[in-house]
């Protein structure tokens, strides 16, 4: 299927913005050129001539990790908001993802930009102006939903139970509820 020219650019920009931090003012600007851009050549050789040649195809991005949409902004910012959660159904509208598809066994991708890490931490978090509860409410995790890859998350239960940390708090709660 022909990709439009809007979604080509934000593949570009997507691109690129993923190598390092960019200033929300450098990401339009980018936005804009690259467009532009586009549009000449479109209007000079056709729109099928940029389609087919698959400036970046949709497979190379996926193998390199790069997310397929903008980075999510607040609006206020002046960049309109693409989430990685949000699929067309066969009716057209927009449908919520599964928030848990997002936590893999090695990895978990945050919702907001589509990096990859082992954990997403408050630090990282707090770059998109959410806490980790909100977070967590924002895409529908449940409340005590660890926001860790499963193998960090089964390495720090067995570590858990190999010292014996439940029966540590049970013993300190039992001890604390007697004074």
Do not use: W
């Not at 467009?35 to 390199?64: M, N, W, Y």
């Amino acid at each position: 299927m022909a990709k439009s020219l809007t979604e080509m650019v934000a593949e570009i920009v997507t691109a690129q913005a993923s190598q390092g931090p960019m200033e929300i003012q450098a990401i339009e600007l980018m936005i804009k050129k690259t467009f532009q851009a586009f549009r000449e050549i479109s209007d000079k050789e056709g729109p099928t001539t940029i389609q087919s040649h698959g400036l970046i195809p949709a497979a190379v991005l996926a193998e390199a990790g790069i997310p397929m949409q903008i980075p999510s902004r607040k609006k206020e910012q002046g960049i309109a908001k693409t989430d990685a959660s949000e699929t067309q159904s066969k009716s057209g509208g927009p449908q919520k993802e599964d928030p848990m598809l997002s936590i893999g066994e090695d990895k978990v991708t945050c919702l907001e930009c589509g990096q990859k890490f082992k954990q997403l931490s408050h630090t990282h978090l707090r770059g998109h102006g959410l806490t980790p509860k909100e977070y967590r409410k924002k895409h529908g995790f449940p409340a005590k939903q660890p926001l860790t890859a499963r193998v960090v998350s089964e390495r720090r239960k067995s570590r858990a139970k190999q010292i014996g940390l439940g029966n540590r708090l049970k013993l300190a709660r039992e001890k604390k509820l007697k004074q």
